[in-house]
């Protein structure tokens, strides 16, 4: 395995870079007459590899182009200086309003349009089937009472201060953060294996972990499918050599014990006569939301510092260390993760 020198990351973006001065309240006060256009924004899409296949070209596309959209796909895909620069021109009055939309790779979105009245409130209507046919007037507004682009990179406005907020992310990390394409291949090889059980957890072995669902994140990332009943049955001598792939200590007999647990008078995980585990998953979902800070090498250890941020904003909430020793076999080991003090 190709080993990874030591790099650190910045865990925010210089101060007062990304924001000013952005923050509204109250959001009153006369505007000026718009007086120019902002360029294509089409034609400043940094990441087009990010946009759902069959937009390039549709009609969307040019809805969108005519009124320069800032445009996100679950990934900012536009120029950090062109997003910026729009939002700054809007709130200046320099143009009469922003378009800002969320494409889905079904085809569908999630559209804002952002203006001002004519006493000066900031407001925002939604974008539907009305906007397509032309007729966005009939669409209600409401009144947006804070509107900022925080140092993460999400445009968040808010109707009311006891409101949530919602927030779009329009900004890449790659354009954040340096280092992006070591930060995506630390990801890809020790998080995403088993991200979904293991991480904004305190652990210091496996058998801290359910096990089982630790063995599902595994398989998934390694390429196993879970399209049919059969998939779900799991001979136990299989289950522990997964597991040991990744992590010390884990015996057929730990194993067994982790299935029994699901065991009661209305579900049988473990079958003894097969020695096999029937897992029946269910473990719902939600936002999955990561972001490596800094990285260091002691040795063998390698130490990966990451924060659970808000959806909506960016903003970090809790910071973990996650610990791995390189194996002489070219793999590695879990060894622990735990909070940050």
């Not at 669409?139 to 990179?153: A, E, W």
């Amino acid at each position: 395995m190709k080993k990874l020198t030591k790099s650190w990351l910045f865990d925010r973006v210089t101060a007062g870079l990304l924001t000013a001065a952005l923050l509204l309240s109250g959001c009153s006060g006369e505007r000026g007459t718009p007086q120019q256009s902002r360029p294509d924004s089409a034609a400043h899409i940094a990441y087009p590899e990010l946009l759902p296949e069959g937009y390039a070209g549709s009609e969307l596309a040019s809805l969108a182009e005519e009124c320069n959209a800032l445009l996100t796909a679950g990934e900012a895909v536009m120029e950090a200086d062109y997003v910026r620069q729009a939002i700054a021109d809007f709130q200046g009055g320099k143009t009469a309003d922003l378009h800002v939309l969320c494409l889905y790779s079904n085809g569908n979105y999630y559209g804002t349009r952002f203006y001002y009245e004519e006493n000066g409130q900031l407001t925002f209507q939604v974008l539907n089937e009305l906007w397509e046919s032309g007729t966005q007037e009939e669409v209600p507004s409401h009144s947006v009472c804070n509107f900022y682009l925080t140092d993460y990179g999400y445009l968040v406005y808010q109707t009311e201060p006891h409101y949530e907020p919602t927030g779009y992310k329009l900004i890449n990390d790659r354009d954040l953060y340096p280092n992006a394409e070591e930060r995506d291949a630390l990801y890809q090889t020790y998080i995403a294996p088993i991200a979904y059980t293991a991480m904004f957890r305190d652990w210091q072995s496996a058998q801290e972990l359910n096990l089982l669902f630790l063995c599902e994140d595994i398989c998934r990332y390694e390429g196993k499918g879970f399209s049919s009943p059969e998939d779900y049955i799991w001979l136990v001598p299989d289950v522990a050599a997964t597991l040991s792939r990744y992590f010390e200590g884990i015996t057929e007999e730990v194993v067994v014990a982790a299935a029994k647990r699901y065991d009661n008078d209305d579900t049988q995980c473990y079958y003894p006569e097969e020695n096999s585990i029937h897992y029946e998953g269910g473990r719902g979902g939600g936002p999955f939301c990561l972001r490596i800070t800094q990285w260091e090498r002691e040795g063998s250890l390698l130490k990966i510092h990451y924060q659970r941020y808000d959806y909506i904003t960016g903003n970090p909430d809790s910071a973990y260390i996650l610990t791995i020793e390189d194996r002489e076999d070219g793999g590695f080991t879990y060894r622990s993760n735990l909070q940050a003090e």
